[in-house]
């Protein structure tokens, strides 16, 4: 059974950064798209960031590109998200997201296997 289990979340002052993990098991890592997604307060999920097969190629949201980095450890089996100069806008649950083979995949419904979550707070 493929499991996602996601930390690094936490309390932040705009302008910092964080950095989230997501721990992969339960199936062969590098055949696997993952991808990060976050949903705020009475809002819908939404795409953050993906990566495909080998992490070689990234995509991003609007919305985060230029400020955030996904990334993926092979060896570890773990997927990364570095989010850097962080503002209020960025609040909320972020959650891994997997799915067998390779594309561009960028909603919900693209994703079999989730992650529980973890809360990133933008505040001063």
């Known amino acids: 059974q493929l499991q996602l289990v996601e930390s690094g979340g936490g309390l932040v002052q705009p302008g910092l950064s964080l950095r989230l993990s997501c721990a992969f098991s339960g199936r062969t890592f590098n055949t696997y798209t993952l991808g990060w997604f976050r949903q705020a307060p009475v809002k819908e999920r939404e795409f953050v960031a993906a990566g495909i097969g080998t992490g070689r190629i990234m995509y991003y949201a609007e919305s985060v590109k230029g400020r955030f980095t996904i990334s993926r450890d092979n060896v570890k089996n773990t997927l990364y998200l570095q989010m850097n100069n962080l503002s209020p806008q960025d609040t909320g649950v972020y959650f891994c997201?997997?799915?067998?083979?390779?594309?561009?995949?960028?909603?919900?419904?693209?994703?079999?296997?989730w992650g529980q979550g973890t809360q990133v707070t933008v505040s001063s």
């Open positions: 997201a997997a799915r067998g083979g390779t594309g561009w995949f960028m909603t919900v419904s693209d994703y079999e296997f």
